[in-house]
């Protein structure tokens, strides 16, 4: 099974600023990779598939690279809505589709 | 509106059997794989089981195989059968649109198992 490891585990981050986190596989994944948003008390939401590629209505301060072992998330100026935990998922070697363990960003 | 709604979770003691359903509402239901993703409280995401769009093919996690079934049916319901249930299952179930990259969450429902 192919692990995935998230960092940092918190990211403190102010209002507008950049925040980039990073996700890594146990092997290589290609670009089939996914990241999700969840806020507290709510549902995971898809941000991003295939390493780079947004979903439908997520805004284009949302991005991401990478492919084989190392993927990142970036944001590129945080809204207030943003703060929340992010979880990276692989579906290259599925099933199962392993998730990472989570990122929280939170208020700095 | 594109929607899941997840109904059946509960308290059931260790051993004890459950059933969770989702209900689509908002697409066609028969074009879409479908997924089901449990959290731990406090806890990460783990996949848990997938079905194809026809129904004619299931996957499950080994943490639940044998004891977990996945189905749909043709009036937009997905369903989990969970039976010798364990401490470890609890956690809140989401029900989730597409496999393996899921494009849309329900809300969820909590399953406790405790004596």
């Known amino acids: 099974e192919i692990v995935m490891t998230q960092s940092p585990a918190t990211l403190s981050v102010s209002p507008g600023e950049r925040a980039t986190l990073s996700c890594r596989a146990s092997q290589s994944v290609s670009s089939t990779l996914a990241w999700y948003q969840q806020k507290p008390g709510q549902a995971p939401r898809l941000l991003i598939y295939?390493?780079?590629t947004r979903a439908n209505g997520i805004p284009a301060r949302f991005s991401g690279s990478g492919s084989g072992t190392e993927f990142t998330l970036t944001i590129s100026s945080l809204q207030s809505e943003d703060f929340a935990v992010y979880y990276c998922?692989?579906?290259?070697?599925?099933?199962?589709?392993?998730f990472g363990q989570g990122s929280k960003v939170e208020m700095k | 509106e594109v929607q899941l709604l997840e109904s059946g979770g509960g308290l059931v003691q260790p051993g004890g059997s459950l059933r969770l359903s989702c209900a689509a509402s908002g697409f066609t239901f028969g074009g879409h794989a479908l997924s089901w993703v449990r959290q731990a409280p406090g806890k990460g995401l783990e996949w848990v089981s997938a079905i194809t769009d026809s129904g004619g093919g299931t996957y499950y996690a080994d943490s639940v195989k044998g004891r977990f079934t996945i189905s749909r049916d043709n009036l937009n319901t997905l369903y989990l059968q969970m039976n010798s249930l364990r401490a470890e299952d609890t956690a809140v179930y989401y029900c989730g649109r597409d496999s393996p990259v899921i494009t849309l969450w329900g809300q969820g429902t909590l399953v406790t198992v405790s004596s």
């Open positions: 998922q692989q579906y290259n070697n599925w099933p199962p589709g392993t």
């Open positions: 295939g390493a780079s």
